[in-house]
């Protein structure tokens, strides 16, 4: 079976009801985004729009009617209630009215199939003869992840800039590793392309004593380019690594060169991108050489720097 599924981007609705589906009927599928332009024209045994049908897709289906054999609209939200959505933010709330509320006539009129999440919708859209799909977990094939954390303030803009392709070769290179970073809006929207990106806001003093005592992180970064401002620096971050229970990667800089031994409780490494890249892939795959270093910092006390 052919099948054209027809999406606002990724998203939980297709994965926990639509990709089920498809390989419970081993579905040949192409997915296409809702915004982008809808393919070369070809024969499909199926097209599935998941909750959402635009106009200029109405006309597609209507243009390219002879080479489709059903379509259908799936909802895992009583998209066609007005009242449902009233205590809906206003912006959401207009795109359920465009994209599926003010949909659903045409819809019927063109014999469209429906399919919903529960028992309850089908109930209430019994006119339609709904098929109810169950949902499947999405998440038993994923990749167990390791946490790469940097917690940057406002003050470390240009280490936020520094290190984005840093994060985009390595989120690339290796599929188990996530990042985590403490940011504002503008560093959610910078980070925002990339996969497997969690930003967090920040957050107070002991807010952020507490979220360094969660376990589950792996491996902290310290990048500190070489200028005025960060000459004042004190090697705080190496305390913070460690109680996160993370192995650090520093900057070779003087900051740090009084706390950090390379290769014994931390990596201390030259501000050079690729270097960066490498050391952390480096320390991702190597578990026994992260326990090692993190004993060693645990047990560490840092010495006085010579003035």
């Given amino acids: 079976m052919k099948v054209l599924i027809v999406e606002q981007g990724a998203n939980p609705s297709t994965d926990f009801f639509i990709r089920p589906w498809a390989e419970q009927h081993r579905a040949q599928c192409e997915f ?62 207009y795109k359920l009215f465009k994209y599926a509320w003010q949909q659903q006539f045409w819809l019927k009129r063109a014999n469209c199939e429906l399919w919903v999440s529960t028992p309850w919708l ?33 003050s470390h803009r240009s280490e936020f800039e520094w290190l984005y392709p840093v994060f985009e070769q390595i989120l690339t290179q290796d599929q188990s590793i ?11 929207k910078r980070f925002a392309a990339l996969p497997r990106v969690h930003v967090l ?23 500190l380019l070489n200028n005025y401002f960060n000459a004042a620096r004190a090697p705080t971050k190496f305390f913070d690594i460690t109680q996160a229970g993370a192995v650090g990667v520093y900057a070779d800089h003087p900051v740090y060169r ?25 320390l991702s ?20 720097p010579p003035p």
């Fill in 285 to 304: 795959k190597n578990e026994e050489q992260r326990r090692v270093m993190l004993r060693h910092a645990v047990n560490t006390t840092p010495t006085q």
């Fill in 178 to 188: 996530s990042v985590e970073l403490i940011g504002n809006h503008n560093v959610r």
């Fill in 122 to 154: 089908a109930e209430k859209y019994a006119s339609w003869s709904p098929l109810v799909l169950i949902p499947s977990s999405p998440h038993r094939h994923q990749t167990p992840q390791k946490t790469l954390f940097y917690h940057g303030s406002a």
């Fill in 32 to 93: 296409v985004l809702l915004s982008g332009p809808p393919p070369a024209p070809q024969k499909w045994d199926l097209v599935v729009f998941v909750r959402y049908i635009t106009p200029a897709w109405r006309a597609w289906l209507t243009s390219n009617k002879h080479h489709i054999g059903r379509f259908v609209l799936f909802m895992d939200d009583d998209l066609f209630s007005l009242k449902a959505h009233a205590h809906l933010p206003l912006r959401y709330r």
């Fill in 258 to 282: 009084s706390v950090i031994k390379d290769g014994y409780n931390g990596r201390l490494v030259p501000m050079e991108q690729q270097t960066w890249a490498d050391t952390i892939l480096a």
């Fill in 201 to 223: 806001h920040p957050m107070s003093w002991p807010a952020y004593q507490a979220l360094l005592c969660r376990p589950g992180r792996t491996i902290g970064l310290a990048p």
